[in-house]
């Protein structure tokens, strides 16, 4: 059985939950983060967890401690407890309605690149409460979950020494679990195909829990899954498209099959959703993308999905000068509303839209878009040389000299010429 979003926090002495009205409902937090480039990240994805880092340490000084990562899996089987643990930032994403980075920049340490970052963030401290709430009271059904296995294994038990009994007398056998046996034999088969790393192994064996539980959506994404992570490696190594169009295929078929077997289950609709993705079907992907967030709207992995679908499909949009086309894309993803934290993951589509505007003749609304950039990244120089160009041009000189002197600060030569 799984649990999703099981929480472990530790509360400070901070009246939060009061409810007093005295108390500010909002708080300014500066704080910063470091951290050192792993060997398996991009320079995007090392500048996300800094930036994730000082948001959670706003979070912790604005009162609330956050005492271990969220568990996003738990599962109990046969006595054992696995978890399955990542950073979560729904959480964060709750309690930040605003981020300001103050100073952002980059060294290394024993070859390695290492990101530091300071922000200014405002944590709102009733969402913030509210979410707490609701993922303690998803705690709390995990504490009944065990309570009912530790009641199980006790029925296991009293079964085990009823079976003992002398061969003349006849006992009737109970499944304590009260499910039939290949169900049992199934979840596992699941469990082992969890836990092992070979990909051929995990399909093999998430085929022998799809085959025992017919009914069971959790072998399919498992299956489709290994599959779609078999077409990322082949693609990776260069091979041709016609060489992993079987796994494509197989992975749709699961997928599909996961969706008809649940259609409520958001890991299915992504799932779906990847499939589109490597077929470039853009739009059928994104509907499975959205219907993933509409039945979890903190489902991080499907905003996070969205986000890459329609920055790339406007960038190609834009690139074969279909300017309005990729306008509208933009305009899907970026008035859509979302939470201020989430701000810095767009913050590529802000500048692509802002290059379309001013092809468009809408220097206006360029602006807009470059003042989001920099306020994401005040250190992001094309768009500072950019805002400065369309200062010059609104006869806003004392503006256009601060951004070329920021630009310049920051190395552009091409600012600096622009300076007396």
């Not at 991009?42 to 604005?62: D, G, M, S, Y």
């Not at 093999?204 to 992570?229: C, F, K, M, N, T």
């Not at 920021?406 to 600012?415: D, E, F, M, P, W």
């Amino acid at each position: 059985m799984r649990l999703w979003g099981v929480l472990a926090l530790a509360i400070s002495a901070f009246a939060l939950f009061s409810g007093h009205p005295a108390l500010a409902l909002t708080r300014t937090v500066i704080a910063e983060a470091q951290y050192v480039m792993a060997d398996g990240d991009t320079l995007a994805t090392a500048e996300e967890k800094v930036l994730q880092r000082a948001q959670r340490r706003a979070v912790e000084e604005a009162g609330v401690y956050l005492e271990s990562t969220f568990y996003d899996v738990e599962q109990e089987s046969y006595g054992r407890t696995t978890r399955n643990t990542s950073l979560e930032i729904r959480t964060i994403a709750a309690a930040i309605t605003e981020t300001e980075i103050l100073d952002s920049r980059r060294s290394f340490e024993n070859e390695r690149p290492v990101f530091f970052i300071r922000i200014r963030a405002s944590v709102d401290l009733h969402n913030l409460a509210e979410a707490i709430r609701r993922l303690q009271s998803e705690a709390q059904l995990a504490r009944h979950f065990r309570e009912l296995q530790l009641e199980n294994r006790r029925l296991r038990a009293q079964l085990e020494d009823l079976r003992q009994q002398p061969s003349g007398v006849r006992v009737l056998s109970i499944d304590a679990s009260g499910k039939p046996e290949p169900v049992q034999r199934a979840k596992q088969q699941l469990e082992l195909a969890f836990h092992t790393p070979n990909l051929e192994k995990k399909i093999e064996l998430a085929s022998d829990a799809a085959r025992l539980d017919p009914q069971s959506v959790e072998p399919l994404i498992v299956r489709g899954q290994a599959y779609l992570r078999l077409i990322s490696i082949a693609y990776s190594e260069h091979q041709k498209s016609g060489e992993y169009a079987g796994h494509i295929e197989k992975a749709r078929s699961d997928f599909d099959q996961a969706v008809e077997l649940d259609v409520k289950n958001p890991w299915a609709w992504i799932g779906k959703g990847d499939v589109q993705t490597w077929l470039k079907r853009t739009d059928e992907a994104s509907l499975a993308y959205e219907r993933a967030l509409a039945l979890d709207p903190f489902f991080d992995l499907a905003r996070q999905r969205l986000i890459g679908l329609y920055t790339t499909q406007a960038r190609r949009q834009a690139k074969a000068k279909q300017w309005q086309q990729s306008l509208l894309t933009l305009h899907k993803l970026l008035d859509a509303p979302v939470p201020d934290s989430w701000r810095p993951y767009q913050k590529e589509a802000f500048l692509l839209r802002s290059d379309v505007l001013l092809k468009l003749n809408r220097s206006e609304q360029a602006l807009d878009d470059l003042s989001t950039v920099l306020l994401i990244d005040p250190t992001h120089v094309g768009a500072l040389l950019t805002r400065a160009h369309l200062y010059q041009a609104r006869l806003q000189g004392r503006l256009a000299k601060d951004d070329f002197e920021r630009a310049c600060v920051l190395g552009s030569l091409k600012a600096c010429d622009q300076l007396p």
